[in-house]
T-cell receptor
Framework: GQQLNQSPQSMFIQEGEDVSMNCTSSSIFNTWLWYKQDPGEGPVLLIALYKAGELTSNGRLTAQFGITRKDSFLNISASIPSDVGIYFCAGQLGPTGANNLFFGTGTRLTVIP | DGGITQSPKYLFRKEGQNVTLSCEQNLNHDAMYWYRQDPGQGLRLIYYSQIVNDFQKGDIAEGYSVSREKKESFPLTVTSAQKNPTAFYLC???????????????FGPGTRLTVT
């Protein structure tokens, strides 16, 4: 299956700092999803984006669906210790079906108190 | 509470034994999926099912088998033919939400399988 290019691979930041990560693909997607995975747990859906150019917020999180439909970014403002985890992007081609959802390799975030 | 449950959380087996991982959902989702995650890596699709009594191979189906006899349940069997079975296994489901045509995938808490 296709892998999305997610960067950076890891980040070490001070508590209170803002964070930015992005995901790029050579393919066009109809939906972009951002998940967070805590150690030893399943990924939790944070934000879903459905239209090119869409900017969506969920608390301190903001994500955007790139105009070209080949990229997306996630920002976290004023980071706190519980933001620690792995953030995955996922691009979806159509409404359903597992063979049209592709995951990035993840960004591992460490927040230093 | 609606959600996806996976059991057990941790599973230990001897090499050469088959083992079945459980996945149950009460979200009334039609589609269910199994992924494998290795340390420091992303998710790789093992099998998926879009409807009861039907399932399809994903990218890494060799050494695994599934069944989908009920909408709520999608058990995964890791057979002795799987050469490197130790991994974190994640089950997911998807279905219509909030009237949207796009069906996001929601994940269970995972099962960590260790084979020695």
């Amino acid at each position: 299956g296709q892998q999305l290019n997610q960067s950076p691979q890891s980040m070490f930041i001070q508590e209170g700092e803002d964070v930015s990560m992005n995901c790029t693909s050579s393919s066009i997607f109809n939906t972009w999803l951002w998940y967070k995975q805590d150690p030893g747990e399943g990924p939790v859906l944070l934000i879903a984006l459905y239209k090119a150019g869409e900017l969506t917020s969920n608390g301190r999180l903001t994500a955007q669906f790139g105009i070209t439909r080949k990229d997306s970014f996630l920002n976290i403002s004023a980071s706190i210790p519980s933001d620690v985890g792995i953030y995955f992007c996922a691009g979806q081609l159509g409404p359903t079906g597992a063979n049209n959802l592709f995951f990035g390799t993840g960004t591992r975030l460490t927040v230093i108190p | 509470d609606g959600g996806i449950t996976q059991s057990p959380k941790y599973l230990f087996r001897k090499e050469g034994q088959n083992v079945t991982l459980s996945c149950e959902q009460n979200l009334n989702h039609d589609a269910m999926y199994w992924y494998r995650q290795d340390p420091g890596q992303g998710l790789r699709l093992i099998y998926y099912s879009q409807i009861v009594n039907d399932f399809q191979k994903g990218d890494i189906a060799e050494g695994y088998s599934v069944s989908r006899e009920k909408k709520e349940s999608f058990p995964l069997t890791v057979t002795s033919a799987q050469k490197n079975p130790t991994a974190f296994y994640l089950c997911a489901s998807s279905g219509p939400t909030s009237g949207r045509a796009i069906y996001e995938q929601y994940f269970g808490p995972g099962t960590r399988l260790t084979v020695t």
